[in-house]
């Protein structure tokens, strides 16, 4: 019962961290986008 407790919320934090990284991945791009923005525009 435990283990299974334990396998679900393991499961719930790596979708998380998941959440996270594609948060960060998609604000960089967004950020470096403008950065060329003011830099060549």
Request: charged share 15%; hydrophobic share 45%.
């Amino acid at each position: 019962m435990l283990w299974l407790e334990l396998r679900c919320h393991n499961s719930q934090v790596h979708r998380t961290s998941l959440k996270i990284k594609i948060l960060l991945k998609a604000s960089f791009t967004y950020l470096s986008h403008q950065f060329i923005k003011v830099a060549y525009g």
